[in-house]
């Protein structure tokens, strides 16, 4: 004889005084209970990954600002040059960052700024640029 032979075939108690819980509700009752509120958070974002900028050697710096001089060269003479950009967007939270490919008309080029505008309105400093040639 088992332990519960005597009541295993019994109908269910149904109460007379309280309604019966909607299935949505008896399941949440069993959901995962959060102890570390943020942790979660936490842990995906020290998991997520950034790329550390490349250093550019004299050759790259070089052609970089030739290009941006013929850039420069073709405004003066009233013409939109497009431009096809590497760019560096250091992340807001953690060291390092991503790069972005853009292309976009070039509106000008402001020196003391140090910045290249695009048509678009988008404003890039020069310091986040990796490469940049003429489309």
Same mark, same amino acid.
């Given at each position: 004889?088992?332990?519960?032979?005597?009541?295993?075939?019994?109908?269910?108690?149904?109460?007379?005084?309280?309604?019966?819980?909607?299935?949505?509700?008896?399941?949440?009752?069993?959901? !995962?209970?959060?102890?570390?509120?943020?942790?979660?958070?936490?842990? !995906?974002?020290?998991?997520?990954?950034?790329?550390?900028?490349?250093?550019?050697?004299?050759?790259?710096?070089?052609?970089?600002?030739?290009?941006?001089?013929?850039?420069?060269?073709?405004?003066?003479?009233?013409?939109?040059?497009?431009?096809?950009? %590497?760019?560096?967007?250091?992340?807001?939270?953690?060291?390092?960052?991503?790069?972005?490919?853009?292309?976009?008309?070039?509106?000008?080029?402001?020196?003391?700024?140090?910045?290249?505008?695009? !048509?678009?309105?988008?404003?890039?400093? %020069?310091?986040?640029?990796?490469?940049?040639? %003429?489309?």
């Amino acid at each position: 004889m088992g332990k519960y032979d005597d009541i295993i075939h019994l109908p269910r108690h149904v109460s007379q005084k309280h309604a019966q819980m909607p299935l949505a509700s008896r399941a949440a009752q069993f959901s !995962s209970f959060a102890a570390l509120t943020g942790f979660e958070a936490a842990v !995906s974002e020290a998991a997520r990954l950034t790329e550390t900028r490349a250093e550019l050697d004299r050759d790259a710096l070089e052609a970089m600002d030739e290009t941006l001089r013929a850039i420069a060269g073709l405004l003066e003479e009233g013409a939109a040059p497009e431009a096809q950009i %590497l760019l560096f967007v250091p992340d807001e939270r953690k060291d390092g960052g991503r790069y972005e490919t853009l292309r976009g008309t070039v509106e000008k080029i402001e020196p003391y700024e140090r910045l290249l505008v695009l !048509s678009d309105g988008r404003k890039i400093p %020069l310091k986040d640029i990796d490469a940049i040639e %003429l489309v």
